[in-house]
């Protein structure tokens, strides 16, 4: 066909040259380079346009607010009693220690949308990821970045009305330097959740569905992450255990760090679990896409 | 090169099914054809013809179980990536903005994605905002938009990115009559204007005719017709339906539908008319418009109604009667 075709007012034009021409091959380290670069600053858009779209949905903003609060102060109640009640600590820990390791985890927990791991494996299974196989840039990452973009804005809500909650029940912080480390390790906790999610919800790629992975995740977190109690709780093997695993890394360290104990080993450790975990997940999303491309959905 | 797509001997089986009593379904059967560069081809068949399959394979989304193509001088599956830089892709029923937000935020972040500059990202919505005109859309939140608005929308992102070739799946689904009226004239703005290879896929016989040069017919993974759209609306779509609808008296009788079976029998008389009375009173009249002109049937309707014409229209025949038409002709030679 020639270059030259009827437009709509059906006379003749010559298609337009391109103003900005591709990027000609350079050196494979500049060529990474570059690449790198772009993709850090695709991650970063991406995180401040899921961030304000949950601005323009402040409502979304005040339920997650509300919820943590109630949750948080029942939980609180309920250990500040029981702490009470055996004399004024458990596990040592203190009644005001146990208030704000309460709203600590549940801070980091609340930030991250609480079905994620549902909505991904929707996404997967619905064939929507495919729509997004179709740009020249990690499936996975760019999820994450936007994920982390929003989760940040939840994360602050939660810090605010979580740090009131506990000025007016408990008091000031048991130690303040711990307290101050626990907000670094927040932000560690909710990005290593968000990687954690997207790993987890990569078995849809072979299961067509992550309601399962999402049970069992949420319940993981919940008693071995130290979500609703201390891990010192529990019997002292499974304790270990569960202090060695990925989920302590995404609510008991922080949580740990806000109650008092000046502990910042638990940042090296989160920064551990979150390089695994993120390249778990890219793995996982690797194998699974490749897996799409051969099978179909 | 100016091929845009060299597809030979295409085909994918999918294999479903637990171990015991797997079933196997050819989507797509040994589909060969080629695009030029700036060409507008429709890709058409009924639904499970294996449209979207072979889309999916030409965009590198699904490795075929059998035979070999190149889109851009790429094989898709195994460059995936670096073609997703020089194709655009359109599903009608999936968005790639963002519905909270309008659609220029999605569009920064989609530029971002391909590497686009900012400055590249804004002259180029600023430019297909003219072509598409749609530059009043972009700042309005997309959930407030029409949905052919949207369509609009859509169709900038996916050609933010200067792409070379643009692959349309049923984009025109669940759009009204003028919806698409103006989403074809737009494409083949597009095409003519920035020289885009259009590859659209559709059920719709009027996509063909109003945006096409040339028209694939696939049904049941297999092509059954390749011509240009020129040929096919000669061989394929010469027969138009009209269909009559008259301000009837239900109380006479049957005196109106007497004069109805009678008129219609007076029209098919000539050639080129076919008449037929449906079970709703209404007359359709499928016209061979290469043996009869349509005004003048529409003129003789007009004229000899036995009641008031309450309603009047022109349709382009079904897909599904278009196809029965190849398989009851014999083969027309290939593009």
Same mark, same amino acid.
């Given at each position: 066909m020639s270059d030259l075709a009827p437009n709509s007012q059906g006379t003749v034009s010559a298609p337009r040259p391109r103003s900005e021409p591709r990027p000609r091959p350079t050196s494979a380290p500049a060529s990474r380079r570059r690449n790198q670069s772009q993709a850090a600053r695709t991650a970063r858009r991406a995180a401040t346009i899921s961030a304000r779209r949950l601005i323009a949905s402040p409502s979304a903003l005040v339920t997650v607010g509300a919820f943590y609060l109630m949750v948080s102060s029942v939980l609180a109640g309920l250990w500040s009693t029981a702490a009470e009640a055996q004399g004024g600590s458990i596990v040592g820990y203190s009644s005001a220690a146990l208030v704000w390791y309460i709203v600590t985890s549940e801070g980091a927990i609340n930030a991250v949308p609480l079905r994620l791991i549902e909505t991904i494996g929707t996404d997967i299974g619905s064939g929507t990821i495919e729509t997004e196989m179709l740009r020249p840039q990690s499936v996975v990452g760019l999820r994450i970045a936007g994920e982390i973009g929003s989760a940040v804005l939840r994360l602050g809500v939660c810090v605010v009305v979580g740090t009131g909650f506990a000025l007016i029940v408990a008091g000031p912080p048991p130690v303040l330097g711990a307290a101050l480390l626990a907000l670094p390790a927040l932000l560690l906790a909710v990005i290593a959740n968000i990687v954690a999610h997207h790993a987890f919800a990569a078995g849809a790629f072979w299961l067509r569905d992550a309601k399962s992975a999402w049970f069992l995740y949420q319940k993981l977190v919940f008693v071995l992450g130290g979500m609703l109690l201390p891990l010192e709780v529990l019997p002292r093997p499974v304790e270990l255990v569960a202090k060695a695993l990925p989920f302590a890394a995404v609510s008991y360290a922080p949580a740990r760090l806000a109650s008092g104990h000046l502990e910042p080993e638990w940042l090296l450790v989160q920064i551990g679990w979150l390089a695994v975990l993120g390249v778990v997940a890219t793995l996982l999303f690797r194998a699974g896409e490749r897996r799409l491309i051969r099978g179909g959905s | 090169m100016t091929e845009a797509i060299v597809a030979d001997g295409l085909s994918r089986t999918f294999v479903t099914g637990p171990r015991r009593r797997r079933t196997t379904h050819d989507a797509v059967r040994k589909v060969s054809f080629t695009v030029e560069r700036g060409e507008r081809l429709a890709f058409i068949g009924p639904n499970g013809a294996g449209k979207s399959t072979s889309i999916k394979m030409l965009t590198g989304i699904l490795h075929p179980t059998d035979g070999s193509a190149l889109v851009l001088g790429l094989e898709p599956w195994t460059r995936r990536r670096q073609l997703a830089q020089q194709i655009g892709v359109l599903f009608g029923q999936r968005s790639q903005l963002w519905t909270e937000l309008a659609p220029r935020a999605s569009f920064r972040l989609l530029g971002s994605i391909f590497g686009l500059s900012d400055e590249r990202v804004t002259a180029r919505v600023g430019e297909l905002g003219q072509v598409l005109e749609a530059s009043e859309l972009f *700042?309005?939140?997309?959930?407030?938009?029409s949905l052919g608005q949207r369509m609009r929308c859509e169709l900038t992102a996916a050609m933010l990115h200067e792409p070379e070739l643009l692959f349309l799946d049923?984009?025109?689904?669940?759009? *009204?009559l003028l919806g698409k009226e103006v989403f074809r004239t737009l494409l083949v703005r597009l095409n003519a204007d920035l020289g885009t290879t259009v590859f659209l896929t559709s059920h719709d016989v009027a996509d063909i005719e109003h945006v096409a040069e040339r028209a694939i017919v696939v049904n049941h993974g297999s092509i059954i017709y390749d011509a240009p759209v020129t040929a096919m609306r000669r061989d394929l779509l010469a027969v138009k339906r009209v269909e009559v609808h008259f301000a009837l008296d239900p109380l006479d009788g049957g005196a109106s539908g007497s004069a109805l079976d009678a008129l219609g029998t007076s029209i098919s008389s000539g050639v080129g008319v076919k008449a037929t009375v449906s079970e709703s009173g209404a007359l359709q009249l499928d016209v061979d418009t290469l043996l009869r002109p349509i005004g003048e049937v529409i003129d003789t309707v007009l004229r000899a109604a036995?009641?008031?014409?309450a309603d009047l229209s022109v349709v382009d025949p079904p897909l599904e009667q278009v196809i029965g038409e190849i398989y009851r002709r014999p083969a027309p030679e290939s593009a």
């Open positions: - | *700042d309005q939140p997309v959930r407030t938009l049923e984009p025109t689904i669940g759009l *009204d036995p009641a008031p014409v």
